[in-house]
Every structure is written in structure tokens, then in C-alpha cells.
């Protein structure tokens, strides 16, 4: 007989069964308005075996082969010792913190060797559920891989790419980060971490879960990421729920981050002087004299830092171009309603990089040419210097040169010495941090143990610099990688795979270059990572003579690509009045614009290609469309309905549609939700419009 006990206003029901003294079989259920998770109990193994969306009224069955497994050995060099644990290893002891929103059992290792806490989350209003793990160990032995999920069928990859390259331009994809999506149902799965190793084999069995690689001793306790399983309405809007998500679990809201950043102004030259003469410069033809809203930062880039400096008590000393405490920089920023930002390389790449080699001489962790991000010993003096500087009041860091650059990336072979996992049978000896022969797949195990240390000692940091100031804006940049769990600790992410000047000899070809990276990440490879929070790189300025037209068009067609990540780079005392007039018209329009980033998403064909393309972003007000006809010979004829999956409206909604960029359609500016919409582009022609609902 099942008995139902309800709990008078809560979100949570139990339900079980008793069948004997020795053995049980149960039935437990996490409830909201959203969504319920089914968790069975037979012979003591749990398994989850049903997802209901309330949404939809669907019940989504889990095909579950193992609630979790374990890959657990004497060392990541003994792989002659590896086995493999799972939920059908360990039996249940008890139950406990079951309240509304959390459930928790207590799993025990039928040989002693651990036991598991289980515990399952869902809070009131979220449409997704989280799963984790607190492992206590009986005996000494190195947890290498958590697989939190192991799920029989059902599930799809969306993005595929496992490049973890030493060295290739444009090769860095390391397929890390990203979630699993329901091949017939709309749900989606992974691992709330970064670093994550969510798959589908050969066989179609889905793994959510991480490498680890860490040593515990008899009595350590670890706890996991989480898991996360959430639902949406459809299949097709699957990517936008899943966006939404991410929305829900960043560290900051998403907000418009425009500033000026001096790397074009001066390169590495730049100085105290220098920049104040360019923030004036910025602030009066921008702010003063054209009313844009006063720029959130203004960025010192590449050229502050003392190389020639002893850096062993403290890294990122301050060299004579500025004053030793960035005084009379801060000084400035007061005067024109800003903040202070700094490019700073945690792992000495670019102009830090003549720093590394004398570090390593002291005894801190040097790989090749850089500074290794896993290193306790560098990683607690970068630690301490940023989080100096967050308490000084710098509010933007550009985290330049992560674990290398677009070209070359550096691992860890051996660090052993400071905890990381060594795999002495892989036969690297000879070989460099960044050889070339890396680029094998059969080093991917070792790369991603340093990958995830790495990471881990970053979100240290970043986690602290959040707690002295919640509205620090930090970007991860070049060497980094593009997981939407990244956002759980930053703001953006860099584009991944494009260098930081767009190449060609015309505006259409620069826009070509960055929008066809744009359209091979995500049309092509299917990253879930969220536009709006991307740095791409752009806009830039370095010259006056082009026509009103060609900047106007140009930057409104960068600024539609929908990223709150706005960074200017100028040569400021060379644009002409017209240049600054065409960029405060810009920068107006993305204030204005800027709630539309909310669901941005590309649509049409391969820029490569000369095909049309651009971009949409909506919220629940309305939106607008960019369109650009690359091909520069010839007219294109396109269509796009605004349907629900591009606009996030039900059909027969009514815009008023105002151009920003050509000519309406036809003299009726009103549309509907549902119309399609048919034009022909010039070539060359850029096209923007925004739709305002009439309410």
C-alpha cells in the first residue's frame, strides 16, 4: 500500500512503501510549480527515475543507470589500481533534511571504503533541480573522475568539439563546460562548474560529471559540484531556457559595461599622463559635450607593471609611469564619474611575461614561459595583489592570458609536487608545456586535471574579489574557454578562436571576420554560452577619413551583435568631430538597446560564405532585427518570421516598427507577431529595425 503524506503548504511530498525488516523500496518526490523529481529506492539503491514538467504536463522518463559513480585509485600513475564506484556499490542508511526544498540521503560503501551524503535541491520557483555530493573516505586513495549523472539514453550532445590543443590558432576547443540537452524532450543537464565533462558516448549513455584528480586521507570529507536537470516548454526554445538559467545562477546580474580601454591609444607605452589626457579627451567629446551617460570604467591595458621588479613578496608591482598606488589615476576617475579598470595577465603572458623566469628561479611554479595557474604558491601572491586591488576601488579587471593565448596554450606535466594529478605512463618526458605534440588526444586526461585546478584557483578568487565589491566586473580573456558556468564567477568571457583586431580592408570584411567566428560558435559548433555576455573585441577607431555612412554602419551592426560587454578602442586624439558624433549615436543606442540583450541570438547564413545574417534580441516589450548583405557585388533577397522561437511573443502581437538603419518595409510600420517578413539587401547593405509593442 502507498501512503501519501502531505505536508499543509509545502512544495514537497513523500511517498514510500515497506516491504520488510532488511530491505526497503521507496518512492520520493521533490515538488514545485514546475517541475517534479522522482527518486526510487530498491534494495537500498537509489535511482531517479522520472522528471514530470508542469508546464507541459509531460513525464519525462530517467532512464538511470547509476544515481552517480566514482573512479577512485591509488594514483593517477597506478592506473593498474583504478575501479570504478557507484550508487549500486553503496546502500542506503538513512534519510534525513527532508524538508520543502531538500532531501539528503546517507549512502554507505557495502566494503567500508567511504560513504556518500546524496542530497537533492529544489527551490520554490526555479524550474531546474541540483544533485551533490559530500564524500567522507575510510581510506587513503585520489578521486579522479565524479560522475554525478549516468543516464541510459535520451540525452544529445549539442556541442561535440574536444580540442584541448597545445598549439593552433583558431584550435583552442576544449569542449568543456557545456550542458546535455533531451533528444525527444525539452530538458536539459550538467554540471554547475566550469571545468565540467558532460558527454554522450557511442553508446548513448550521458555522463555529467568532472575530473578531479585530488589525493584525500582515511577521515577527508569532499564536496562536489553540483548537478543541475531543468526543464523548458518546447525542444526548439530549449537553448533560450537553458540561457534563462544561466541568467537565474550568475554571480551579477547582466548589465552594460561601456568603457574605454587604452591599448590602441598607447599599447604598452601608455602612462599616467597619457591616459588622463585620453580619459579627458573620451569624457568631453562623449559625455560633456554629446550627453552620453558617464562611461563605467575607463581600462589602463598592457603597460603598468614593473617587470624589472623583484615580484616574490608581491606580483604586479606598479612601474614609474604611474603613481604607486594608481592615486592620481583614481583622482581622475572622480572627476568624470567613472572607476578604475586594469589588464593584468594571471599567468605573466604578453608584456609580464619577462616577470615568469625569475619567479620560477625563486621557486614558484613555472611551466614554460608562464606562470602555472595551479601553483599554490604564484596563485596565493596573485591572489592577495587582486584582491589588494579590489579593496584599492579597481572595479573592471581584463584577465588576459589564462592558460596561454589564440596560438599557443601551456599545460602542467608534472605537478605532483603541489597536489596535481601526474601520468608518468603517458611517456612526457622530453616534451615542453606547449609542444605541439600535446595536441593528441591521448594527453586530454592530463591537460584537463591542470584545466580544472586551474580553474578552481581562479574562482577562489574571484568568489573573494565578489565579496569585497558585488558590483566588480572581472572578464576572462584570452586562453580562457567558453562555458556558460564561467558566469557563475565573471561577467564575460572572451570570444575564443579570434584575434583582437578584426582583419580586412574594409568595414565589411572586418565585420565578415568577427561575424563569421560569431556564426562557426554557435550556428556551426552549437555553443551554449550566452551572447550578451561575450568580449569580442570591439569596437575600434584608430583612423578618421571613412565616411559617416561606412562608421555608422559598421559600429551599429557590431553594437546589434546584442554583448553588454562594450569596450572602445581609439585613438583618440585623432578622430575628427564626426567620428565622435557617430559614436555617441552608437553608444545612445545601446543604452537605449541594451534590455533587448536579454535573448540575443544570430539568425540567417554563413558570413564566410557572403550569405545574410545578423542578429535579434527581444525582451517582453519588443526588440529589434540587424540584417547585413556581405556579399559587396550583389543583391540579396531574405526572409525571417517572427515567430515565436525569434521574437519569445506569441503570434498576433502588434509592433510598431521603427528603423534605426534603412527604410521600413512599406509605409504600414505596424507588424505581427507571426508575419513574415520579406526584403532584398543591396550589397553591402546593412539593415537595422526596431519593433516597439503596441500595447
Known amino acids: 500500500m502507498i501512503k501519501i503524506i502531505s505536508l499543509s503548504g509545502l512544495y514537497c511530498l513523500l511517498a514510500f512503501v515497506s516491504l520488510g525488516q532488511n530491505h526497503s523500496e521507496k518512492i520520493y518526490t521533490l515538488s514545485n510549480s514546475h517541475i517534479i523529481k522522482t527518486i526510487e529506492v530498491q534494495d537500498g539503491v537509489l535511482k531517479t527515475t522520472q522528471i514530470e514538467n508542469k508546464s507541459t504536463g509531460e513525464k519525462i522518463p530517467i532512464h538511470t543507470k547509476v544515481e552517480f559513480q566514482l573512479r577512485v585509485s591509488e594514483g593517477t600513475d597506478q592506473p593498474n589500481t583504478s575501479e570504478t564506484l557507484s550508487s549500486v556499490d553503496f546502500v542506503l542508511d538513512r534519510v534525513f533534511d527532508n524538508s520543502p526544498h531538500r532531501l539528503t540521503f546517507l549512502l554507505k560503501e557495502k566494503q567500508g571504503k567511504m560513504s556518500v551524503e546524496l542530497t537533492y535541491t529544489l527551490d520554490e520557483n526555479e524550474f531546474y533541480t541540483r544533485k551533490f555530493l559530500k564524500i567522507k573516505t575510510e581510506i587513503n586513495l585520489v578521486l579522479e573522475r565524479i560522475d554525478l549523472d549516468v543516464i541510459d539514453g535520451g540525452l544529445v550532445q549539442p556541442y561535440q568539439l574536444k580540442r584541448i590543443t597545445a598549439q593552433g590558432p583558431a584550435q583552442w576547443k576544449p569542449g568543456l563546460g557545456q550542458p546535455l540537452f533531451g533528444q525527444n524532450a525539452p530538458i536539459f543537464m550538467g554540471i554547475e562548474f566550469p571545468a565540467s565533462d558532460n558527454f554522450v558516448d557511442s553508446d548513448q549513455t550521458a555522463y555529467c560529471g568532472y575530473l578531479w584528480g585530488k589525493s584525500l586521507k582515511a577521515g577527508d570529507t569532499y564536496l562536489t559540484y553540483s548537478s543541475v536537470t531543468g526543464v523548458g516548454k518546447d525542444s526548439d526554445g530549449l537553448g533560450k531556457t537553458f540561457q534563462a538559467y544561466i541568467d537565474n545562477i550568475r554571480i551579477r546580474p547582466l548589465r552594460l559595461q561601456v568603457q574605454y580601454n587604452s591599448w590602441f591609444d598607447y599599447g604598452q607605452a601608455v602612462s599616467k599622463e597619457k591616459f588622463i589626457t585620453s580619459v579627458n579627451k573620451v569624457h568631453q567629446e562623449l559625455v560633456i559635450n554629446r550627453g552620453v551617460p558617464p562611461l563605467n570604467a575607463y581600462v589602463i591595458d598592457d603597460g603598468w607593471q614593473d617587470i624589472h621588479a623583484d615580484w616574490s613578496d608581491e606580483v604586479w608591482k606598479i612601474n614609474e609611469k604611474f603613481d604607486m598606488d ?58 592577495k595583489r587582486m584582491l589588494d586591488l579590489t579593496l584599492q576601488g579597481v572595479t573592471y579587471f581584463k584577465l588576459d592570458g589564462i592558460f596561454g593565448h589564440l596560438n599557443i596554450r601551456e599545460f602542467e606535466l608534472d605537478g605532483s609536487d603541489y597536489g596535481l594529478p601526474k601520468m608518468p605512463q603517458l611517456d612526457t618526458d622530453g616534451l615542453s608545456p606547449s609542444d605541439s605534440l600535446l595536441n593528441d588526444a591521448k594527453y586530454d586526461a592530463l591537460k584537463t586535471y591542470y584545466l580544472v585546478a586551474g580553474t578552481e584557483k581562479l574562482i577562489e578568487i574571484f568568489k573573494q574579489q565578489h565579496q569585497i565589491n558585488p558590483e566588480v566586473y572581472i572578464v576572462i580573456s584570452n586562453g580562457a574557454y567558453l562555458s556558460p558556468w564561467w558566469l557563475m564567477y565573471v561577467d564575460a568571457v572572451w570570444m575564443i578562436n579570434a584575434g583582437d583586431a578584426a582583419g580586412g580592408s574594409s568595414r565589411t570584411e572586418e565585420l565578415v571576420y568577427r561575424d563569421g567566428v560569431y556564426y562557426d560558435t554557435w550556428i556551426k559548433e552549437k555553443t551554449q554560452y550566452p551572447m550578451n555576455s561575450l568580449f569580442n573585441h570591439e569596437p575600434k577607431k584608430t583612423k578618421t577619413g571613412e565616411s559617416k555612412e561606412d562608421f555608422f554602419n559598421y559600429l551599429m551592426m557590431n553594437l546589434s551583435r546584442g554583448t553588454g560587454f562594450v569596450e572602445l578602442y581609439l585613438k583618440t586624439q585623432e578622430l575628427s568631430e564626426v567620428d565622435w558624433d557617430v559614436l555617441a549615436e552608437g553608444l545612445k543606442w545601446v543604452h537605449h538597446a541594451f534590455p533587448y540583450f536579454k535573448y540575443i541570438q544570430m539568425h540567417g547564413g554563413d558570413p564566410n560564405k557572403q550569405e545574410v545574417y545578423g542578429y535579434s534580441g527581444w525582451n517582453d516589450k519588443g526588440g529589434y532585427i540587424s540584417f547585413h548583405n556581405p556579399n559587396k557585388s550583389s543583391y540579396k533577397k531574405y526572409k525571417i518570421k517572427l515567430d515565436e522561437n525569434l521574437i519569445h511573443h506569441k503570434n498576433k502581437v502588434s509592433y510598431r516598427l521603427i528603423p534605426i538603419i534603412g527604410e521600413l518595409l512599406n509605409k504600414n510600420s505596424i507588424v505581427h507577431g507571426g508575419d513574415l517578413l520579406e526584403l532584398e539587401l543591396a550589397p553591402g547593405e546593412i539593415l537595422i529595425w526596431e519593433f516597439q509593442k503596441v500595447e
Open 326 to 383: 594608481f592615486s592620481g589615476s583614481f583622482e581622475k576617475m572622480r572627476t568624470v564619474d567613472s572607476n578604475l579598470g586594469l589588464w593584468l595577465s594571471p599567468g605573466l603572458l604578453f608584456g609580464a611575461q619577462p616577470a615568469a623566469k625569475p619567479l620560477g628561479r625563486q621557486g614558484f611554479e613555472i611551466l614554460g614561459n608562464w606562470m602555472s595557474i595551479a601553483g599554490p604558491k604564484y596563485m596565493g601572491l596573485l591572489e
